[in-house]
């Protein structure tokens, strides 16, 4: 078993139970190829819970400030995380996902870059439309709806791939990508919560 299997397991046993979480739509998850995960973010714990719940290993970007604590640096590049400078274009960590996606692995994402303080979807970055129209990775919407308050339920809804055909034809921009993932999200959150 490698240590990412491991650390689901254990981490699975501990939040599993706490936060009751229920897992709708997995089955729709793809088995195989690319896949873009894109979900809102509302909770530092958004990134495991994702991790325990979508049936494939998860590629995230972290934001470079977590790699300069030599610890956490180690244990999250062995989860598979990779750094991301916030607040500008990273070239480098857009070359990554590309690469994650394009060797037929799961990159997860939170569009919005940074945790919702009031739980509202907010406008996503164009970063993850780039990524949406510049490989043929499936686009799988995801819904994290909850409070994260102990023995309170929390949702975890994955949607069905979206069609990115259409815009990947037009030459859409990464913006009209990215606004038109977040109208699934979004649709998630409407339905589910």
Do not use: W
């Not at 793809?30 to 590629?59: Q, Y």
């Not at 949406?132 to 309170?152: D, E, K, M, N, Q």
């Amino acid at each position: 078993m490698d240590f990412y299997s491991f650390a689901k397991g254990v981490v699975k046993s501990i939040l599993t139970p706490l936060y009751r979480i229920e897992v709708i739509g997995a089955e729709k998850f793809p088995k195989e190829g690319g896949v873009l995960l894109c979900a809102n973010h509302i909770s530092n714990l958004d990134p495991p819970i994702l991790g325990i719940t979508a049936p494939r290993p998860i590629h995230f970007m972290a934001k470079e400030e977590l790699f300069r604590v030599p610890l956490l640096k180690n244990l999250i590049t062995t989860l598979h995380a990779f750094p991301v400078k916030r607040g500008m274009s990273d070239r480098q960590a857009l070359r990554t996902g590309l690469e994650v996606l394009k060797q037929g692995h799961v990159l997860g994402i939170f569009p919005e870059g940074t945790r919702s303080k009031d739980g509202k979807l907010k406008k996503g970055l164009p970063g993850v439309g780039f990524f949406a129209l510049r490989t043929s990775a499936a686009v799988v919407p995801c819904a994290i709806i909850g409070s994260y308050r102990p023995f309170v339920p929390l949702k975890v809804v994955y949607g069905s791939p979206i069609d990115m055909t259409p815009l990947r034809e037009k030459k859409a921009s990464p913006e009209e990508a990215t606004a038109y993932i977040m109208q699934h999200i979004q649709a998630l959150l409407d339905q589910y919560r």
